[in-house]
């Protein structure tokens, strides 16, 4: 939810009549630019564009001023320590930056440049400032939880005045050859150069300089060329706000170029297409550098390189078979550019005009150097070393990637158990029911409001009848007003984020006049937990979960609706280092308060975010923010999940319906059939958008609306096994055509469809407007199949194929190869289903074979770490089909809980062969399971026009978690 409304209710009234108003005279209401800093309005970033451009304009005598000392260098256990040299101006005068280069087992390389003379803490402060003197360096103790244990059998290989080259990664297939004057690092992957660091020459890190003063010119006269344009350097003035910059200019930049790389994907959270655009100008190209500064923008723009509410500074580049990345970890205010060139150099190249390169100029604001270079070289590498470096998704609690029902407000305990029983009434499911601010007493987190919320418990326990729960908002800021505990103890117990000054920095947020948690203090997290505890938070009980929202932060007063720069937190850090990563650490402590709401209890957390950074995968969802009712929002939310899923961050959704504005039918009905295959699928709407329950559409809506949830609440064993994947080895769940084709060159740029998990799904949702067909781009030579009619469908590989979708069908196509888990017995939530039978559809490739996964646990605890789990692998092997433990396990040593011991009850109910072939035109078969035999019933229905033969196996009977084979031929 969002900032634009006023922070006193009586406001609110006002504001949606100026609202209305300024809708009548504007009607695309689109973010104020001007609360938002342009490249040019952001000193550091203005500085390095135009030092870059310095560079270009000297061209060839142009000359890094970064010279390594090659008489600094030692290498040991797979770690390169030496300095690189700065010259300053015309003088002798220099800097010195130690530079460390590090090579990993997991196949990473990391390089690391800090600056010696604020490491050594021997520089002043301005403003008679209490901040640290070092650069921010502790953004790894956050972010970072394996795969940088150093690969020890990483050895130089050549070394010579001039460069230094050291193998490393499996067999010595990578290599980094650093070059000494200037400063140059080349990874290179087999001998060919993939990646190359500061080959343009702008590495910039700015060292630190007193402020010397300057005689003013006198009225009249020319200011003398004074060498360096100093006027960003110190305080800097936007909107109104100064920040004072204690430290002067100390921004660190540097060019990144992918050879041979056409696409590079990445570093999110933005809203234009998958695949960057390039940022210099051109046709179609945007003007200004993607930015990273996590941000509450009001009403965002759509294809726009603008910052938005979250930051993974990870980026990788694609071409045919071969993709590598790197991660620049720094938490301040980043930029970059991307801009291409053809490289014409070699004629003989095949193609027309040879390779593309790509070019990126990463800019941050403050901090050290520290980028990792990921080599690949498969998109499959890619996740899993990202998630190696910063963790992987955290397994979800099961009802979460079910339905959410969510709106700014509803209004009280009725409200909320009316929508509940509406839900029954009209046979929808859903999992959740949200409350919005409106729920607290006045805006103070950790209360309800006493006359429309006075029996919270009673909700939660109508709820949990049916397995169902609901979400409270809390957000990071704190009413500060006299004789609410929460603000007293943050007060006493100086937990606070401080002002420059030292106290405890006031802001105006939904409560007005605020206090901000700081949770880089470890003392705010357990404190934080303490508010959590059932006996604590009254009116919270087990199926209660939570929602961080404001997280950036969001400040409606503050410079860019977030906090000053120089404000302070824990260790004496300026915001200005840490911005990027303050959404994270909330969630964190919400994470860490979820796990300790009671003794013994130790299930696992259900929070969403809407700030966050590389890590936050680890603490639960997010979603993409206040969009809008609109066609076009729509559309964007996938080339956004998608970039999401492909960095670290599979479990993102986009508010259903749209968050400002009132869609209309058909918008819903499209959206609900979209957001069926969000990862994370809640239906939010704004406080002054009408209600629209699904259950209000009325006919024939209702009933479209009802499948589409159906649809996702069938699928959902599929969705929790790609979860388990993500979890596993960062797979993304919903997963774009390069990832799972990386040699289909046609598919790089496509981000409007995607495959769910390996299940073979291939979805295109309709996001226009009165549009009753999709053109599905198929990557490859299987057979597809209509998910819903079992047609075949008449595809060729690399070419689109137009399917009709009136507004009651999802373009779903089923990829031959595959067998897919589902649940058929439509129920009112997720845990009603907990303990139901198993359909398995099979869809035959063109060879006759299909593979597929079901990974199911309790959905709830943490004993899936203990090996309480069922992981299936089921094969369809000639005329056989068998499902055998997909690890090998044989489950002997295990003693099942509870969980496991309900399992044994569950069965294989119900098999469907799509595309099966005419000798299995029978009326029963043989099954065999754990030493037992009997017959299933088969039915057999030929092929007919365009839809394939099938044949339905049905009461299988087969336990879920047992092993059995079916001879359909014998
Ligand atoms: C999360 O909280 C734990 C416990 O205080 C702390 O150890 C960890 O560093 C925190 N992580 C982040 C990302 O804030
Ligand atoms: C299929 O069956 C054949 C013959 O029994 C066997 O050699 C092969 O390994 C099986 N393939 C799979 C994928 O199980």
């Not at 938070?537 to 087990?542: A, I, L, P, S, Y």
């Not at 995968?617 to 969009?627: L, P």
């Not at 692998?873 to 489950?891: P, Q």
């Amino acid at each position: 939810m969002r900032y634009g409304l006023g922070a006193n209710r009586q406001w609110v009234a006002l504001f949606a009549l100026l609202g209305a108003l300024a809708c009548l005279l504007q009607p695309a209401a689109s973010v104020k630019e001007k609360d938002f800093k342009k490249c040019d309005q952001s000193g550091f970033c203005k500085r390095n564009r135009a030092f870059a451009d310095h560079a270009v304009a000297q061209a060839s005598t142009w000359s890094s001023p970064y010279n390594l000392l090659s008489e600094t260098i030692a290498f040991k256990d797979g770690q390169l320590q030496a300095v690189i040299l700065k010259s300053i101006g015309t003088e002798s005068e220099t800097a010195r930056f130690p530079v460390t280069v590090s090579f990993h087992k997991s196949g990473t390389a990391r390089l690391t440049v800090d600056e010696e003379r604020r490491m050594n803490k021997e520089i002043e402060l301005r403003h008679d400032s209490k901040a640290r003197k070092e650069r921010y360096n502790e953004a790894e103790k956050l972010v970072i939880v394996g795969g940088i244990e150093h690969d020890s059998a990483a050895e130089i290989t050549y070394q010579d005045e001039k460069q230094v080259n050291i193998k490393y990664g499996s067999e010595g297939k990578f290599e980094a050859v650093i070059k000494f004057s200037p400063f140059e690092a080349d990874f290179r992957r087999d001998g060919v150069s993939h990646i190359q660091f500061n080959s343009h020459g702008w590495l910039n890190l700015e060292h630190w300089r007193p402020k010397v003063d300057k005689p003013e010119a006198k009225e009249g006269e020319e200011t003398p060329p004074a060498g360096e344009d100093e006027s960003t350097w110190w305080d800097e003035t936007f909107g109104g706000n100064t920040d004072s910059k204690p430290r002067g200019p100390e921004s660190i930049a540097m060019d990144i170029s992918f050879q041979g790389y056409e696409h590079v994907f990445g570093i999110p959270e933005h809203t234009g297409p998958l695949s960057l655009k390039q940022t210099r100008g051109g046709d179609g190209h945007y003007a200004e550098p993607y930015r990273m500064y996590n941000s509450d923008v009001f009403e965002y723009e759509l294809d726009s390189p603008m910052t938005l509410y979250g930051a993974i500074p990870f980026m990788q580049a694609h071409r045919k078979d071969s993709a590598v990345g790197i991660f620049w970890l720094n938490a301040a205010e980043t930029w970059v550019d991307i801009t291409k060139t053809k490289d014409a150099s070699n004629p003989l190249s095949l193609g027309a005009g040879g390779k593309t390169n790509t070019h990126t100029h990463w800019i941050s604001e403050s901090g050290i150097l520290d980028v990792f270079v990921l080599l690949g070289p498969t998109p499959r590498d890619m996740t899993k070393t990202f998630g190696e470096l910063t963790g992987y998704t955290a397994m979800p609690q099961e009802f979460s990637i079910a339905y959410h029902q969510c709106r700014w407000n509803y209004i009280s305990d009725d409200d909320v158990k009316d929508v509940d029983r509406k839900f029954d009434r009209f046979k929808i499911p859903y999992d959740v029911i949200w409350l919005d601010l409106e729920y607290t007493d006045d805006r103070k987190y950790f209360t309800f409001e006493p006359h429309s919320f006075s029996d919270p418990l009673s909700t939660g326990k109508q709820l949990a009848e049916h397995g169902r729960n609901l979400v409270l908002l809390i957000d990071p800021h704190i009413k500060k007003v006299d004789g609410y505990p929460v603000h007293s103890q943050l007060k006493s117990k100086d937990l606070a984020v401080r002002a420059k000054g030292g106290d405890a920095y006031e802001g105006w947020c939904w409560p007005g006049s605020s206090n901000w948690i700081d949770c880089f203090n470890p003392k705010a997290i357990e404190w934080w937990k303490t508010l959590f505890k059932y006996d604590a938070f009254k009116g919270t009980r087990e199926n209660t979960f939570i929602w961080n929202d404001m997280n950036e932060p969001s400040v409606f007063n503050g410079p860019e609706t977030t906090m000053p720069k120089d404000n302070m937190h824990f260790g004496d850090w300026e915001h200005r280092d840490v911005h990027n990563i303050n959404g994270m650490t909330f969630h964190n402590a919400t994470y860490q308060a979820l796990l300790s709401r009671a003794k013994g209890e130790y299930r696992r957390p259900f929070i969403l975010t809407r700030s966050f950074y590389a890590g936050s995968q680890r603490f639960g969802a997010m979603w993409t923010g206040d969009n809008q009712a609109s066609w076009d929002h729509l559309g964007a939310s996938f080339p956004m999940i998608l970039s999401l899923g492909i960095s670290g961050y599979p479990f993102a959704g986009a508010d259903v319906g749209g968050f400002f504005g009132n869609p209309d039918t058909d918008l819903l009905v499209r959206w609900y059939q979209a957001g069926a295959f969000y990862p994370f699928f809640r239906a939010h709407a704004h406080i002054d958008a009408r209600r629209r329950e699904p259950y209000l559409l009325g006919d024939p809506f209702t009933a479209i609306v009802t499948s589409a949830i159906r649809l996702r609440y069938s699928l959902l064993p599929a969705w929790y096994t790609a979860f388990f994947h993500a979890n596993r080895d960062g797979s993304p769940i919903v997963r774009p055509m390069f990832w799972t084709h990386p040699s289909e060159e046609a598919g790089f740029g496509i981000d409007d469809q995607f495959f769910v998990g390996s299940t073979g799904l291939l979805v295109k949702p309709i996001v226009e407007k009165d549009k009753e067909s999709a053109d599905i781009w198929i990557p490859d030579d299987e057979i597809y199949y209509n998910y819903f009619t079992y047609d075949v469908v008449k595809t060729q590989k690399g070419k689109h194929i137009t399917i009709h979708a009136g507004l009651d069908q999802i373009p779903l196509l089923m990829r031959g190869g595959h067998i897919i888990p589902r649940r058929d017995i439509p129920r009112r939530s997720s845990a009603m289903m907990r303990f139901d039978d198993y359909t398995l559809v099979v869809t035959v490739a063109k060879d006759g074979s299909a593979e597929g996964e079901l990974y199911v646990d309790d959905g709830d605890s943490f004993d899936y770490e203990k090996g309480q789990y069922i992981h299936r692998k089921f094969v369809l092997n000639g005329s056989s089909i068998s499902s055998v433990d997909a690890e090998g396990r044989d489950g002997k040593s295990l003693r099942p809980g509870n969980w496991m011991k309900a399992m044994q009850d569950v069965h294989v109910d119900k098999i469907v062969v799509v595309g099966a072939p005419a000798s299995w035109d029978k009326q029963k078969v043989q099954i065999a399971s754990e030493g037992k035999t009997w017959e299933v019933k088969v039915h057999y229905y030929a092929a007919e026009k365009e839809r394939a033969a099938f044949a339905v196996l049905g009461r299988v009977g087969a336990k879920i978690g047992e092993d059995w084979t079916i001879d359909l031929e014998a």
